[in-house]
C-alpha cells in the first residue's frame, strides 16, 4: 500500500490540471429516490468510530477466506442529510478499489437505495474474483502508522456519516444449486463456501414466527409505497440443517413468481450463500414494477405458503431497493479517482 500511495501521489498534480473541467462534466445526478413515507421496520447494527476499525479487522479475517467468486455487501442507513456525503466516501473507496486492484471496479456491481424520509437505506455490492485481499492484507501497511492513517480517516469518517451498517462476504453458487423454479432437483448446498468463520460479524434481526403477520403486512405496505422498478431484498440466516426445507420454500415462491410473471423469474435476479459454523446466510433478490404488486400480494397472501417459508428461519431482514439511474451511483470517475487521491495523500 505504501508503494501505491507514493506513486499516486506522483500522478495528483498531472491530474489536477483538468479537474475544474471534470468537477462540470463529471458531477453525479442528484438523487431522484421517492419518499415511501413509511420508517424504517428493522434497523441495522451501529457503527460509530468506536467500533469502525473493529469491523476493518474483521474484514481482514473474512475476506481472504471467502470462497471466489464473491459479492462484497454493503447494506448501509443513513440520514438523508448525510446521503451526498456518504456517496462521496462511498466513491472515494471505490476509487481506491479501481486504482489498487483492477479499473473494473471503476462501476459497482450494484448500487440502490430506498428511501424513508429521513433514512435512506443504500444496497452497494461489489463482486470479486481474485484474491486481491491476500496480497492486499499480507502487503498492507499496519495500523496506526501515519501511511495508513489517510484511509483508516476515510473509514472513520464512512462510520461517522453511517447510522447503521452490515457487511458480509457472499459466494455465488453454480445455476444448479439456486432454486429456480425450473429446477427439479434435490435441494444442494454448497458444501464448498466456507467463510471458516464460526459467527459474521454482523448481525441480523432475530426472526420471530408469532409476529409473522404483522411481518408479512410490512412487506406488502412498504412494496406498495415503492414506486417504479425496485429490488426486493431478502437476507436470511438459518441451521444448515434447515438448508433443504428452505430451499424448498423459496422454489416455491420463486415457482409462482415464475407461473405469474413468465420466463424472467425462472431464476432470482441474485441468489448467493455464506456459512458461518452451522449457521447459512441465504442472499436472494428478485427485481419487480409497482405494476406487479397486486399479483405479489396475492401470491403472498397464501397462508401456508408464507408460514411454511417464515417458521424456519431464524434471523430475517427485508426491504425493497429503488432502482436508481446510473449517474446517481457511487461510480468511481475520473474525478473521483482524484478527489480519493487527494483525500488520502494530502
Known amino acids: ?45 451501529v457503527i460509530n468510530k468506536t ?6 479487522i474483521y474484514f481482514e479475517e473474512e475476506l481472504p477466506k471467502a470462497k471466489l467468486p464473491f459479492a462484497s455487501i454493503n447494506v448501509i442507513d443513513v440520514s438523508s442529510k448525510n446521503y451526498e456525503k456518504i456517496v462521496d466516501n462511498i466513491e472515494h473507496q471505490q476509487s481506491v478499489m479501481a486504482m489498487m486492484m483492477s479499473n473494473r471496479y471503476q462501476n459497482t456491481f450494484h448500487f440502490s437505495v430506498q428511501d424513508y424520509g429521513e433514512t435512506k437505506r443504500i444496497l452497494w455490492i461489489n463482486d470479486f474474483d481474485k484474491a486481491y485481499f491476500n496480497k492486499l492484507y499480507a502487503e498492507g ?6 501511511e495508513r492513517k489517510p484511509w483508516d480517516n476515510l473509514w472513520k469518517e464512512f462510520a461517522t456519516l453511517a ?22 432437483n434435490k435441494p444442494l448446498l454448497a458444501k464448498n463456501i466456507q467463510s471458516g468463520i464460526d459467527k459474521p460479524y454482523s448481525i441480523i434481526p432475530t ?11 410490512a412487506m406488502l ?12 431484498v ?24 415464475h407461473a405469474k410473471f413468465g420466463d424472467k423469474y425462472n431464476m432470482p ?40 417459508y417464515i417458521a424456519g428461519i431464524d434471523k430475517y431482514l427485508w426491504w425493497a431497493s429503488q432502482e436508481i439511474n446510473e449517474n446517481q451511483k457511487a461510480h468511481a470517475y475520473l474525478l473521483q479517482k482524484i478527489k480519493a487521491i487527494k483525500k488520502l495523500v494530502m
Open 234 to 257: 431478502t437476507l436470511l440466516e438459518i441451521n444448515k440443517d434447515s438448508y433443504n426445507d428452505t430451499y424448498a420454500n423459496i422454489q416455491n415462491i420463486q415457482s409462482k413468481f
Open 141 to 146: 501497511v499496519p495500523r496506526g502508522s501515519e
Open 51 to 56: 467500533n469502525a476499525m473493529q469491523q476493518d
Open 163 to 184: 447510522d447503521g451498517y452490515l457487511w458480509w462476504s457472499s459466494p455465488f453458487v453454480d445455476d444448479a444449486l439456486i432454486p429456480s423454479a425450473l429446477n427439479k
Open 221 to 232: 405496505k412498504e412494496m406498495k409505497a415503492t414506486p417504479n422498478r425496485y429490488y426486493s
Open 207 to 217: 426472526n420471530k414466527p408469532q409476529q409473522s403477520k404483522e411481518t408479512l403486512r
Open 269 to 308: 435476479h441474485h441468489y448467493s450463500t455464506q456459512q458461518y459454523g452451522n449457521k447459512i446466510r441465504i442472499f436472494w433478490i428478485n427485481q419487480f414494477t409497482h405494476k406487479q404488486y397486486k399479483d405479489i400480494e396475492s401470491i403472498f397472501g397464501d397462508e401456508a405458503l408464507w408460514q411454511n
Open 1 to 45: 500500500m505504501k508503494k501505491i500511495l507514493k506513486i499516486v501521489a506522483s500522478l495528483l498534480l498531472i491530474l489536477m490540471i483538468s479537474y475544474v473541467a471534470l468537477d462540470r462534466t463529471q458531477s453525479r445526478e442528484k438523487l431522484s429516490t421517492v419518499d415511501t413515507g413509511l420508517n424504517v421496520t428493522s434497523h441495522l447494527q
